[in-house]
């Protein structure tokens, strides 16, 4: 193996998924509405409709081709179920979040019961807007969130399937100077990382890479200068406190010129387990009940540790219940410390917030400053305004990338905003992968070939599409030890102001589009607060392929687990 740089340059872009029966990507409502119109209006004219029935047909047919076209700002469907969405929210209640407490729901069931008819209004529109959890978080609690140890989140979110997810701090592959031959052989260990996790005997099938791109906390710098500086001594002349003085400015002022402009970046990994039949056969070799749960993520922790050890990850470290809680409250309000914890309750992960078409928009207090008021010194209150991007796959613009084309979305210069930026990866095991591939590029070689023999001009799509399948069907070659792989990005960018927010949002775009290649940003308007949890250390926002017919048969015939088996 070659350590140039070329010798690990990937192709992206291109990728639309996994090819229907007839070919192409179209969207599944777009093939349902096809469908219908086509058989209602053959189904119409058998039964004697005639002309009528045939106007209706190619009528729905039309407007159906028409309103799912897909533009650079999606299609016209999905812009108005965006905005149905937002009217069914705000007309419900659910874009506002209240974090729940025990008094105040007692208090608005109370109104329920026994208020007038005014009162009972207002108490169930609030009861609506109080929940456990905020909407990113929806069904989450935590199997296990003791101090000292690994925080093992347990999320039962609504029509998904529930699992655990373990979040671990890592201090990135490079660090400082490195060679092409460093680089190369980190992206090799990440590789290897995540195909040892993607065989179907392995119990993750979900991993999660978060990076937190925010402005430096000086407050280490500033207690290293508090605890070197000579003491004030009574013996000093005026000069001697004037010196002294200055000193203390210029400290502060190196303090503040270092830090003016400049972003640091935090690393985690997220992993997740599916609660499977394969899950809990597993845990039941350890014993009955949730201990023995415990027990099987106590040795799956460990082994992935290792395993992020051995992928160059640096410094790895499984986050406790109040670590991940904070990281998450520090997301929704950036003023409060990613790092504490002593005041944190993994039981209360939400801050109150309320949603905009959008924007996702926190209100808080900045607990590292005081203002005096009359009652006394209080934290002043702050307001944080989110927005989350999703990356697609199709949305990128198919040409050869290195480890490092994120980079400008990590640390560009030119994006002094807070945001954190996470890729979702679902890992599919080599055989389903393979299959997929083999049967996309067969299809994709049969819709090329009829073009040509029909003299029909052959569109980029087609052959952006079979170019991306004959890529994904090489890499899974027998002998390479590859596995398949469903991915997505996120970005969520904060701001203080709105006009701040809509800088930011055009920041980004223009970023993205000049120095990534990515040709669209989805934005995830009208629903900004569950979108926020995509960049969260929750391991949310793929919904993985669904496995084919071929698939599912064989996993039927390997069974679940040997029952007589010691493991």
Same mark, same amino acid.
């Given at each position: ?6 010798? *690990? ?10 090819? $229907? ?32 029935? %045939? ?44 974090? +729940? ?15 007038? !008819? =005014?009162? !009972? &209004? ?15 978080? =929806?069904?989450?609690?935590? %199997?296990? +969130? ?14 998904? &399937?529930? +699992? ?7 201090? $990135? ?40 791109? %925010? ?16 003491? /004030? ?52 070799? +350890? $014993? ?46 950036? *003023? ?21 078409? #959008? ?26 305004? *989110? ?46 992968? !393979? ?12 819709? /090329?070939?009829?073009?040509?023999? !029909?003299?029909?001009?052959?569109? =980029? =799509?087609?052959?952006?599409?079979? #170019? ?20 997505? $990005? ?12 809509? *800088?930011? #949002? ?19 308007? #009208?629903? &900004? ?39």
């Amino acid at each position: 193996m070659s350590d140039t740089p070329e010798s *690990h340059i990937r192709y992206l872009g291109g990728e639309s998924g996994h090819r $229907g029966f007839f070919g192409g990507t179209a969207s599944k409502t777009r093939m349902i509405l096809l469908t219908v119109f086509i058989a209602g209006g053959m189904a119409g004219m058998v039964s004697g409709l005639g002309l009528p029935a %045939l106007i209706v047909a190619v009528t729905g047919v039309g407007i159906t081709m028409l309103t799912t076209a897909r533009t650079h700002r999606g299609t016209v469907l999905e812009r108005r179920r965006k905005r149905a969405r937002a009217r069914a929210r705000k007309r419900l209640g659910t874009d506002e979040f209240v974090p +729940y407490e025990v008094g105040a729901w007692d208090q608005l069931q109370e109104a329920i019961l026994r208020g007038t !008819k =005014d009162e !009972k &209004q207002a108490a169930e529109r609030a009861a609506v807007k109080m929940r456990a959890n905020p909407d990113g978080a =929806d069904g989450m609690g935590w %199997l296990q +969130y003791a101090s000292n140890m690994p925080g093992i989140a347990w999320h039962a979110p609504i029509g998904e &399937q529930p +699992y655990l997810s373990v979040a671990f701090s890592v201090s $990135g592959q490079l660090r400082g100077m490195e060679t092409a031959a460093a680089l190369t052989r980190a992206a090799n260990a990440w590789g290897k990382f995540l195909a040892r996790r993607a065989a179907p005997s392995s119990l993750i099938r979900n991993v999660q890479t978060l990076t937190r791109v %925010l402005p430096p906390d000086s407050a280490r710098q500033q207690l290293w200068v508090k605890t070197r500086l000579e003491p /004030v001594q009574e013996s000093w002349t005026a000069a001697q406190r004037a010196s002294f003085e200055a000193q203390k400015l210029s400290y502060d002022e190196v303090i503040r010129k270092s830090s003016a402009n400049a972003m640091v970046q935090r690393h985690y990994v997220v992993v997740s387990w599916p609660l499977t039949q394969q899950f809990t056969d597993a845990a039941g070799k +350890y $014993g009955p009940g949730r201990d023995a749960w415990r027990a099987l993520m106590a040795g799956q922790i460990q082994a992935t540790e290792q395993g992020l050890n051995e992928a160059r990850m640096g410094d790895v470290q499984a986050l406790t219940a109040k670590q991940t809680t904070a990281l998450m409250l520090h997301q929704q309000n950036p *003023h409060l410390p990613i790092d504490l914890t002593r005041n944190v309750d993994p039981l209360l992960s939400g801050i109150a917030s309320r949603d905009e078409f #959008s924007a996702h928009i926190v209100d808080g207090v900045d607990p590292t400053s005081l203002v005096m008021t009359e009652s006394g010194p209080v934290s002043p209150p702050v307001t944080w305004w *989110h927005r989350t991007a999703a990356i697609h796959g199709e949305n990128l613009a198919v040409a050869g990338r290195s480890p490092l084309w994120c980079l400008d979305l990590l640390i560009g210069r030119e994006l002094t905003f807070v945001r954190s930026v996470s890729f979702h990866l679902h890992l599919v095991p080599a055989g389903q992968a !393979k299959a997929k591939a083999r049967a996309d590029v067969v299809r994709d070689l049969a819709g /090329v070939l009829a073009d040509q023999q !029909k003299g029909r001009l052959i569109s =980029d =799509d087609s052959t952006t599409r079979m #170019s991306a399948a004959q890529r994904r069907s090489a890499d899974l070659a027998a002998g390479s030890h590859h596995h398949g792989v469903d991915w997505i $990005g996120f970005v969520t960018v904060s701001a203080p102001t709105r006009a701040d927010l809509g *800088h930011a #949002s055009r920041q980004l775009e223009e970023a993205c589009a000049t120095g990534l290649g990515i040709e669209h940003l989805d934005w995830q308007d #009208s629903f &900004q607060s569950a979108a926020s949890g995509t960049t969260w250390p929750l391991g949310r926002g793929l919904r993985p392929a669904g496995a084919t017919l071929a698939t599912r048969a064989i996993n039927r015939l390997a069974g679940r687990t040997d029952k007589e088996a010691i493991s």
